[in-house]
C-alpha cells in the first residue's frame, strides 16, 4: 500500500465531521508508543515548555544515575540511548530553545559524569557532534538568547 502526500491527507481530513478525526487519531495512538507521546506532548506539554524541559531533565538525571558502569561498554550505549530520547523529544518540540537547552544539559551530564569521553572515538565525535548541533541550533535564536546560552556552550568546549 502505498501512503498518501500530507497534504491529501490534510484535505481529507478537513471534509471529515470532528468525531471521526478523533477516532483516528485515538487509533493512531493505539499502534505505535510514538505517536501517542508525540499525541501527550501536544495536548498537555507543548503550551508548557519550561515544565517540559525541566520534566526532560529530571528524566536525563535519572538515566544518568541508573546507568550500568560495570562495563565501558554499558556506559556508551546508555549514553546513546540517552541522547535518543533527547532527540525524540526534541523532534516533538520542534522548537530550536529546547534542542539548545536540552543538548547543553545532556553534554554538561556527560561532561559531569566522569566517563573518559576522550578516550574513545566513538564518544568523543559523539559529543563532539552534540556540539555541532548546539552551535547550528544557537544560530537560529534571538540574540539575547543567543547570548545567554553561549555561557553555558563556551563552558563546554
Do not use: W
Not at 559531569?112 to 548546539?134: A, D, H, M
Amino acid at each position: 500500500m502505498k501512503a498518501a502526500s500530507i497534504n491529501h491527507i490534510k484535505q481529507e481530513l478537513e471534509t471529515l465531521p470532528p468525531e471521526k478525526v478523533l477516532g483516528l487519531c485515538m487509533r493512531l495512538a493505539k499502534y505505535k508508543k510514538d505517536n501517542k507521546e508525540l499525541l501527550s506532548y501536544l495536548l498537555f506539554s507543548a503550551h508548557d515548555q519550561e515544565a517540559f524541559i525541566s520534566d526532560i531533565k529530571i528524566e536525563i538525571d535519572e538515566q544518568f544515575e541508573t546507568m550500568n558502569r560495570s562495563n565501558f561498554y554499558f556506559e556508551k550505549k546508555t549514553v546513546r540511548k540517552i541522547l535518543r530520547s533527547i532527540n525524540k523529544y526534541i523532534r516533538y518540540s520542534g522548537s530550536k530553545q529546547v534542542e539548545v537547552e536540552l543538548l547543553i544539559y545532556y553534554c554538561s551530564k556527560l561532561k559531569k559524569s566522569g566517563i573518559p569521553i576522550s578516550t574513545s572515538v566513538v564518544l568523543s565525535n559523539l559529543y563532539s557532534n552534540q556540539l555541532s548541533k548546539i552551535k547550528k541550533a544557537l544560530s537560529t535564536l534571538h540574540e539575547d538568547l543567543q547570548y545567554d546560552y553561549n555561557k553555558e556552550f563556551e563552558t563546554l568546549v
